[in-house]
């Protein structure tokens, strides 16, 4: 990819999109970033190191057709979804994407799905990204499919919920079956690469991970980091996402994945980056 190409970001002011423009913005690449309003804190960053700022709106495709002239690349990711109008939406949102990115000759999709969209989970908001799939799939797009597993982000909700002194982690989980997980912050490193070596990516479709504690060494972990006393208690697994999980549950191949990324982040090295010890 020439140096002066541009990448369109959807999703820019959250995790994975975020994480993917400071990427690519590291590389000297050249972002556009898409924003619904340019004004705000999130967006305001992106422009500081260097972002340029599209307004847009997914359900718009004249917004993404604007955004989309004269861009090489471009970034899919939507918001996520767990009731039936918000999963339609995405998936609407998802394929004004993929036929934007058809209609205006973009030279490579890089999409961030789920890992297992592909094997038949029967999880609402794992379905959705299929349907996207099979439509960039049938499309015939120049891409590559990121399937990401469960964020490690999505721990930090515990960082600060403490119970008289302890913080008590209440999760549908079997405390000893290893999860799959992955830091946001490596999506964007994925994504980054992906654009970046087309020839290694373009047509692939990528689980992604980088860590696979169980949930009894996710408090361990939380705890020897924090210092505060961590324990897990088990809930019934009732929702279907946490009986995948307990039955299958993702299946990234780690060990190649830190041979291509050998600073992909552990769970313990990503709460350090962003907790700490409690009285720090």
């Known amino acids: 990819?020439?140096?002066?190409?541009?990448?369109?970001?959807?999703?820019?002011?959250?995790?994975?999109?975020?994480?993917?423009?400071?990427?690519?913005?590291?590389?000297?690449?050249?972002?556009?970033?898409?924003?619904?309003?340019?004004?705000?804190?999130?967006?305001?960053?992106?422009?500081?190191?260097?972002?340029?700022?599209?307004?847009?709106?997914?359900?718009?495709?004249?917004?993404?057709r604007r955004a989309m002239t004269g861009v090489h690349g471009v970034f899919s990711v939507q918001a996520l979804a767990y009731e039936p109008e918000?999963?339609?939406?995405?998936?609407?949102?998802?394929?004004?994407?993929?036929?934007?990115?058809?209609?205006?000759?973009?030279?490579?999709?890089?999409?961030?799905?789920?890992?297992?969209?592909?094997?038949?989970?029967?999880?609402?908001?794992?379905?959705?990204?299929?349907a996207i799939e099979r439509h960039i799939q049938a499309l015939g797009l120049p891409a590559t499919v990121l399937r990401p597993v469960f964020f490690m982000n999505n721990l930090l909700h515990y960082a600060d919920a403490t119970e008289n002194r302890e913080r008590v982690m209440r999760l549908p989980v079997d405390p000893d079956r290893p999860?799959?997980?992955?830091a946001a912050d490596d999506i964007g490193h994925f994504a980054a690469e992906a654009f970046?070596?087309?020839?290694?990516?373009l047509g692939r479709e990528l689980e992604i991970a980088g860590d696979a504690p169980s949930f009894s060494q996710v408090a361990e972990i939380y705890q020897r980091v924090t210092g505060v006393p961590t324990r897990l208690e088990p809930?019934?697994?009732?929702?279907?996402?946490?009986?995948?999980?307990?039955?299958?549950?993702?299946?990234?191949?780690?060990p190649t994945l830190r041979r291509l990324?050998?600073?992909m982040l552990t769970l313990e090295a990503f709460l350090r980056r962003h907790?700490?010890?409690?009285?720090?």
């Open 235 to 254: 809930e019934p697994i009732t929702e279907r996402m946490f009986q995948w999980f307990a039955e299958s549950g993702y299946q990234a191949d780690i």
């Open 275 to 280: 907790t700490g010890p409690a009285d720090a």
């Open 1 to 64: 990819m020439a140096a002066d190409s541009i990448i369109l970001v959807t999703g820019a002011t959250g995790n994975q999109g975020g994480a993917t423009a400071r990427h690519l913005l590291a590389r000297g690449q050249r972002v556009r970033a898409l924003v619904r309003d340019p004004d705000t804190p999130a967006a305001l960053r992106l422009k500081a190191r260097g972002a340029e700022l599209a307004r847009g709106d997914l359900n718009d495709p004249d917004s993404l």
């Open 196 to 201: 970046d070596h087309p020839a290694d990516y």
């Open 261 to 263: 990324h050998p600073n």
């Open 86 to 130: 918000t999963l339609a939406t995405e998936i609407r949102q998802g394929k004004n994407v993929a036929d934007t990115a058809q209609e205006t000759g973009v030279a490579h999709l890089v999409y961030s799905s789920v890992g297992g969209a592909e094997r038949d989970t029967g999880i609402d908001h794992f379905e959705s990204k299929a």
């Open 179 to 182: 999860l799959q997980m992955i």
